[in-house]
């Protein structure tokens, strides 16, 4: 079993910034991908960004050059810095960690809420 704890989230202006952070501990394995997922009210579930065990990331385009994923292989950590903050980024944001070479080990956070409002 795997247990992701996310922190970070709030209340932002729009323009401002967030870090997201979110710490795994458990049964884990050195090849994984870690990454956050959002959803906004009425709308489906969506990838964020997200970064594999080798440091390779993977953003949605809506997110490009305002958000940035890192993560710490040592401290089984993964944070999303995010930037120039939107409305439209408003959503509980969930982290995600799965283990591409162990079946059905695919792990979620409960969510932290991000709100972006003036």
């Known amino acids: 079993q795997v247990h992701l704890v996310e922190s970070g989230g709030g209340l932002v202006q729009p323009g401002g910034s967030l870090r997201l952070s979110c710490a795994a501990s458990g049964r884990l394995f050195a090849i994984n991908v870690m990454g956050w997922y959002r959803q906004a009210p009425g709308k489906q579930r969506e990838l964020v960004a997200d970064i594999s065990n080798t440091g390779i990331p993977n953003y949605a385009d809506s997110v490009k050059g305002r958000f940035t994923i890192s993560s710490d292989n040592a401290k089984n950590t993964v944070d999303l810095r995010m930037n120039s903050l939107k409305p439209e980024d408003t959503a509980v944001y969930y982290c995600?960690?799965?283990?591409?070479?162990?079946?059905?080990?695919?792990?979620w956070g409960k969510g932290t809420l991000v709100t972006v409002s003036s």
């Open positions: 995600r960690m799965r283990f591409p070479l162990e079946s059905g080990m695919d792990y």
